[in-house]
């Protein structure tokens, strides 16, 4: 079959129907009808011939469908999506001597189609990836669906419905979404159409289906380019691909990437990224998946992804330690598929080299594709510190501090400015030295909530901590408090109890020294032999915490300052009467292991983890049960990765170990 014969269907039903629309909709046919019944006769001949018919071929008599609910159809086999990566480096060594399809990331929603005897019988959206919603019915408003092709066999492709940005463009001008709002980009619109109810609708935006994958069908062949090359005889327009030689270089892969790009903007066809995966199927199928992608491809995204929004506030929150942190809020953009509306602004310092001042157009991204961060402001040159940054605590209202600390980077003194609220009766302040007093880690009061510490301090029953060892007090006002009764007053005193009992390491995490956390104090307990009035005697006498593995400057200051303070020095003291400190050798100390969900697990760091040395590192990992591994393999569990990560990312996706940012680490370590 001419190939020429199969492109005419599809120009002629393209054609057609533009004539029908100037006919319909603007009175004004650019042909007379002999031309347009002429050409009418000619795709009816050509359909016969060809086995093909569009959906939207004007030769079908079968109306525009209309339903009243999407139903549900499972996916017999799960249409996962890929990893991601923003590396050519990582790509390149995810291909490694394996023949890949390097194709265009399509930027609409993705559709999977069924055919049986020739005829489509099921058109289907992606949905969860197992689950998606039935739009059979509106195909007829999609071009680039056969309804008809000339193969018998049972055939499934999955692709994308799109829409181009040129036709985006315009029609962006006159539709809203069901907010009444303008459609912000090309895939919401294309996904909102193929999802609506009434196909006659869907028609009018311009959606257009190209497949990328054939899941079912022509089981003889084995490469998937094979299966692909087959598509057009069927009357699809296949997504653009190449086939690499075996083994690439970085630079034969950007240009491979480069050439695809081009093709894709000549073209007018959206795109976020290029896809790379290995062409032979049985090589393919034996990679597996993980619980969300399949192993057998890499999605690359385009390096500079940034969008663009507007800063509508700076939001300061105190934190325990007195800082005030500053977080943007601005207008939602939508990342990755996640609307992202806030990000840290980390400090004062930031804000300032930034410029950054609401109602400034900003670019933000998401940084290792899951933290979101400012990365630019387009409208410099009109910050005031004295505006941008407020005089008072926005939680007490007391002056507000700005403090200047000094480091070192590269050789050049750097000053970081913070604000801070010094109000030690700050109650949000307060709050979350509550908080953290009674967490896990420190004290582990289970049941004092912080929504039940703000209620007791705010009936003034808790100034100190050691007013918690005291609430038996207030016990009768407290079991007739809403929400509580005898029961939960009993359970939360009981856990108060129980909380004396403590150790060396939760002690003084719960005094709360700036950076003595989890691994810090295991360390002092190790030195101290888990003695309290030895550490304080240490402080007392000028010891110099820096020979400590991993304790610096910073953290020596801290601790000494912390002494110095004759109320931090009262609690120190006062408290401990209260309590009962187990004493315990540092052997022991190593056989009990906070929980935490790293046990026995095998973890291996690679890139910078701030503050951490490698070997300061390493020994945290040890420090929560788990093993420090060097190198990655299959016995691997998790792949912390830092900044300036190497090989070691491209080996763990290549072999589907969970992979955690440094933050997403201390968070579940429960630093
Ligand atoms: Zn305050």
């Not at 990365?375 to 008072?392: C, H, I, T, Y």
Request: charged share 25%.
């Amino acid at each position: 079959m001419a190939q020429n014969t199969r492109e005419k269907v599809q120009t002629l039903t393209a054609q057609l129907n533009r004539y029908r629309d100037e006919y319909y909709n603007s009175n004004a046919p650019s042909v007379s009808d002999e031309v347009y019944d002429r050409m009418y006769d000619e795709l009816v001949s050509l359909e016969l011939e060809t086995g093909i018919c569009m959906t939207d071929s004007p030769t079908r008599t079968v109306g525009y469908v209309a339903v009243s609910e999407l139903e549900k159809t499972t996916h017999p086999i799960p249409l996962l999506s890929l990893d991601k990566t923003k590396s050519v480096e990582e790509l390149v060594s995810f291909t490694g001597e394996h023949q890949i399809l390097l194709m265009l990331k399509l930027d609409g929603l993705t559709v999977k189609l069924t055919y049986e005897e020739g005829r489509l019988v099921e058109a289907a959206t992606r949905g969860d990836g197992d689950t998606g919603e039935v739009v059979t019915h509106n195909v007829r408003g999609i071009s680039g669906i056969p309804q008809c092709i000339p193969y018998l066999e049972r055939l499934v492709v999955s692709g994308e419905a799109f829409i181009r940005p040129g036709d985006f463009e315009k029609l962006q001008e006159k539709l809203t979404d069901s907010n009444g709002e303008r459609y912000k980009n090309g895939r919401n619109l294309a996904a909102g159409s193929v999802r609506l109810l009434d196909a006659a609708a869907c028609r009018g935006r311009r959606v257009m289906f190209m497949p990328f994958a054939v899941l079912e069908g022509f089981p003889e062949m084995e490469l998937k380019s094979q299966k692909l090359r087959k598509l057009p005889e069927l009357g699809f327009q296949v997504c653009k691909f190449v086939i690499s030689r075996r083994s690439l270089t970085c630079q034969e892969m950007e240009e491979g990437i480069g050439s695809l790009r081009q093709f894709a903007e000549d073209n007018d066809i959206p795109i976020d990224g290029i896809v790379a995966s290995y062409n032979d199927i049985a090589f393919s199928r034996s990679c597996g998946r993980t619980g969300h992608h399949y192993k057998d491809g890499l999605a690359f995204k385009f390096e500079d992804e940034l969008h663009e929004t507007k800063l509508l506030s700076v939001e300061w929150n105190p934190s325990r330690s007195g800082e005030i942190s500053p977080v943007a809020v601005f207008q939602p953009v939508e990342i990755d598929g996640c609307e992202v509306s806030r990000a840290s602004l980390h400090n004062l310092s930031f804000i300032e080299g930034m410029e950054l001042m609401p109602g400034c157009r900003i670019l933000v991204s998401k940084r290792n594709m899951i933290i979101p961060h400012v990365e630019e402001n387009l409208d410099r040159g009109r910050f005031v510190m004295s505006q941008a940054v407020p005089e008072r605590c926005p939680c007490c209202g007391e002056p507000a501090r700005i403090h200047e600390s000094r480091s070192v980077e590269n050789g050049k003194e750097k000053v970081t400015k913070t604000l801070f609220c010094d109000n030690q009766n700050c109650e949000t302040r307060r709050l979350r030295q509550f908080v953290h007093f009674v967490s896990q880690k420190a004290m582990n009061i289970e049941g004092l909530s912080e929504a039940t510490l703000e209620k007791f301090i705010g009936k003034g029953w808790i100034h100190t901590y050691m007013d918690i060892y005291e609430l038996d007090r207030h016990r009768d006002e407290i079991v007739n408090m809403e929400g509580f009764g005898e029961k939960s007053w009993q359970r939360l005193w009981d856990a108060i109890q129980g909380s004396r009992n403590t150790t060396f390491e939760r002690y003084l995490i719960a005094m709360d020294i700036p950076m003595v956390g989890n691994t810090a104090s295991r360390t002092l307990a190790g030195e101290f032999h888990g003695d309290l009035a030895e550490f304080e005697d240490a402080v007392h006498h000028q010891y110099d915490f820096t020979q400590l593995p991993d304790f610096g400057d910073t953290l020596h200051n801290n601790i000494h300052e912390w002494f110095y303070d004759e109320e931090n020095l009262y609690v120190w003291e006062v408290l401990q009467q209260m309590l009962n400190i187990e004493k315990r050798t540092v052997e022991e100390n190593k056989d009990t292991v906070r929980e935490n969900p790293f046990v026995g697990m095998t973890i291996v760091v690679t890139g910078k983890v701030e503050p951490y040395t490698r070997s300061g590192i390493n020994e945290m990992i040890e420090s929560l049960g788990a093993h420090a591994g060097s190198s990655v393999s299959r016995k691997t569990d998790y792949l912390v990765c830092g900044e300036n990560a190497g090989s070691k990312l491209a080996k763990a996706r290549e072999l589907g170990i969970k992979v955690l940012t440094p933050a997403q680490f201390f968070h579940m370590a429960g630093e």
